[in-house]
């Protein structure tokens, strides 16, 4: 199973930038996690990540998403000490995207409308 996580800038009329983050499946394209923030912190980038596993896994525990392989970029928050410790104490493998290959994370694999699988194992 592999998962894919990248953040995306965007202009809303109340806030002004903010950068909405989202982890999907790569198979299905289901989007397992989604948070929006001012700024992109190795700990903003967390947060869909954890909603991806609580989603799946039904909580947050050592080694809970043991065989998932996590996709991104070569951004600073995703290559940081911190995002790299969390993931591997939840058991995700980090699978970092070769540079300049945008379709190899999330962006291009959104989809336009929902997917109807509802699992993600």
Not at 52 to 60: K, Q
Request: proline share 4%; charged share 20%; hydrophobic share 40%.
């Amino acid at each position: 199973m592999r998962w894919g996580t990248d953040l995306i800038g965007t202009w809303t009329t109340p806030d002004g930038s903010v950068i909405v983050l989202l982890t999907i499946d790569q198979h299905t394209t289901e989007i397992l996690g989604i948070h929006a923030a001012k700024r992109a912190t190795r700990w903003e980038t967390l947060a869909p990540v954890r909603q991806a596993v609580r989603r799946c896994f039904g909580g947050i525990d050592a080694q809970i998403a043991a065989g998932v392989e996590l996709r991104d970029d070569n951004g600073s928050q995703y290559i940081s000490e911190g995002f790299q410790d969390e993931i591997a104490v939840l058991g995700l493998r980090s699978s970092l995207a070769f540079i300049r290959t945008p379709t190899a994370t999330v962006a291009s694999n959104v989809p336009s409308e929902p997917s109807k699988s509802g699992c993600c194992r």
